[in-house]
C-alpha cells in the first residue's frame, strides 16, 4: 500500500522565519515525490520534484526539499517566509504506472499562513 | 497544446440536470486524472486514465458519476441528476507516465 502524510493541516509562520512542512510516505517501490502548491482560486502548480540523484532539491521561490529514504519524509522548506507564500501546499507520491491502477497519491494538504 | 485545458472554468446548474466537465490534457501525455476538490478541502481522487488500460474508477462516488477519454486524449467527465452535495471545483491533470502531472485551472461547479 502506497500512502502520503503531510502532519499539520495548518501551519502558521511570522514572515522572515523559517517555514517547514512536513511530509511522510510510505511506498514499497521506489517513488517520485513532488510539492505543489495552490494559490487561491486557481489550479495546482508544481514547486519541486524528487525523481533520481541527487536527494536535496531545489524549486520555485526559494523552496527546497531532501528526500530522507531512511526517515521515508520529503520535508518542504524555505529559510525565510514571505506574505506571498501563503497558500495551500500539497505532498505527492508518483508510482511507476500499472495497468489499471491509479500511480499518483496526494497528502491532504498544509495551509500556510504567514503574519506579517 | 501548452498546458491542460478544462472547460467551462464555471457553470451553475439547477438540481437534477446532467452535467459534462471537459479536459484537454498535454498533448501525448499517457496517463490523465481527475479529482475533486470541495471547498477548503484536499482533492478527492476520481478516476485514472494511463493509455489505452481500463481506467481506474475506484474513486468515482457513486454511479451517477462516469468519464470517458477518447482517443487517448480529451477526456470527460459526466454528473447525471446533479445534487448539491456535487458542487466543488474538478480538477484535470495530466502526466508523462511516473512524471510529473500538470493541471487545469479546474472547473467550478455550483449546483442550485
Known amino acids: 500500500a502506497q500512502s502520503v502524510t503531510q502532519l499539520g493541516s495548518h501551519v502558521s509562520v511570522s514572515e522572515g522565519a523559517l517555514v517547514l512542512l512536513r511530509c511522510n510516505y510510505s511506498?514499497?517501490?521506489?517513488?517520485?515525490l513532488f510539492w505543489y502548491v495552490q494559490y487561491p482560486n486557481q489550479g495546482l502548480q508544481l514547486l519541486l520534484k524528487?525523481?533520481?540523484?541527487?536527494?536535496l532539491v531545489k524549486g520555485i521561490n526559494g523552496f527546497e526539499a531532501e528526500f530522507k529514504k531512511s526517515e521515508t519524509s520529503f520535508h518542504l522548506t524555505k529559510p525565510s517566509a514571505h506574505m506571498s507564500d501563503a497558500a495551500e501546499y500539497f505532498c505527492a507520491v508518483s508510482l511507476p504506472p500499472k495497468t489499471g491502477a491509479n500511480n499518483l497519491f496526494f497528502g491532504t494538504g498544509t495551509r500556510l499562513t504567514v503574519i506579517p | 497544446g501548452a498546458g491542460v485545458s478544462q472547460s467551462p472554468s464555471n457553470k451553475v446548474t439547477e438540481k437534477g440536470k446532467d452535467v459534462e466537465l471537459r479536459c484537454d490534457p498535454i498533448s501525448g501525455h499517457t496517463a490523465l486524472y481527475w479529482y475533486r476538490q470541495s471547498l477548503g478541502q484536499g482533492l478527492e481522487f476520481l478516476i485514472y486514465f494511463q493509455g489505452n488500460s481500463a481506467p481506474d474508477k475506484s474513486g468515482l462516488p457513486s454511479d451517477r458519476f462516469s468519464a470517458e477519454r477518447t482517443g487517448g486524449s480529451v477526456s470527460t467527465l459526466t454528473i447525471q441528476r446533479t445534487q448539491q452535495e456535487d458542487s466543488a471545483v474538478y480538477l484535470c491533470a495530466s502526466s508523462l507516465r511516473q512524471r510529473e502531472a500538470f493541471f487545469g485551472q479546474g472547473t467550478r461547479l455550483t449546483v442550485v
Open positions: 511506498s514499497s517501490v521506489p517513488p517520485y
Open positions: 524528487y525523481t533520481t540523484g541527487a536527494t
